[in-house]
T-cell receptor, first 115, second 110 residues
Framework: NAGVMQNPRHLVRRRGQEARLRCSPM?????VYWYRQLPEEGLKFMVY????????ESGMPKERFSAEFPKEGPSILRIQQVVRGDSAAYFC?????????????FGQGTRLTVV | QKEVEQNSGPLSVPEGAIASLNCTYS??????FFWYRQYSGKSPELIMS????GDKEDGRFTAQLNKASQYVSLLIRDSQPSDSATYLC??????????FGDGTTLTVKP
């Protein structure tokens, strides 16, 4: 039973380019969460999605960031026109569709470096 | 006020001692509480979950929850150098959103 799969593990982008981060949840999980972790800081919630729905995007920056979780395929976190401040580790977590009382498991993360 | 606050670290304990990690939360509607361990450069790993008031023990780890005081803690008995990591408290509402504290870095000295 594969865990949460994120790719790529490392991503280097020049300022102004787009970054696409992918997350495939664990089998049977339909809830996906994205978190950002800046160097030496804690995990910051970005967005919570279920299949084809954004449930809570209160942690997403208003511009340049978007997320989706289509009916088929992985969840995608997209960052347009990246800036140096976007350099961070982006973690995806998934949980089963049984409501709030369930654990979330994390992927290995994508380390984004903007040069 | 932060939604989830953890005691400021770093915390240093000698090998074999008890490490105590604390967490308070502001949303009374929170239903699920988790402790994750994160080694440097790695992703968070779930180590304990607790849903009802009281204690929950798993090996050397004990989670304690007091919903009236909006407080959750993690005790690590017989601390080992391999326990040295950052410990993250996570609080989840029924709506499904998990909020994390900033973490407490624990160092266990041989």
């Amino acid at each position: 039973n594969a865990g949460v799969m994120q790719n790529p593990r490392h991503l280097v982008r020049r300022r102004g380019q787009e970054a696409r981060l992918r997350c495939s949840p664990m089998k049977g999980h339909s809830h996906v969460y994205w978190y950002r972790q800046l160097p030496e800081e804690g995990l910051k919630f970005m967005v919570y999605l279920q299949k084809e729905n954004i449930i809570d995007e209160s942690g997403m920056p208003k511009e340049r960031f978007s997320a989706e979780f289509p009916k088929e395929g992985p969840s995608i976190l997209r960052i347009q026109q990246v800036v140096r401040g976007d350099s961070a580790a982006y973690f995806c977590a998934s949980s089963p569709p049984s409501g709030g009382n369930t654990e979330a498991f994390f992927g290995q993360g994508t380390r984004l470096t903007v040069v | 006020q932060k939604e989830v606050e953890q005691n400021s670290g770093p915390l240093s304990v000698p090998e074999g001692a008890i490490a105590s990690l604390n967490c308070t939360y502001s949303d009374r509607g929170s239903q699920s509480f988790f402790w994750y361990r994160q080694y440097s450069g790695k992703s968070p790993e779930l180590i304990m979950s607790i849903y009802s008031n009281g204690d929950k023990e798993d090996g050397r780890f004990t989670a304690q929850l007091n919903k009236a005081s909006q407080y959750v803690s993690l005790l690590i008995r017989d601390s080992q150098p391999s326990d040295s990591a950052t410990y993250l408290c996570a609080v989840k509402t029924n709506a499904g959103k998990s909020t994390f504290g900033d973490g407490t870095t624990l160092t266990v000295k041989p």
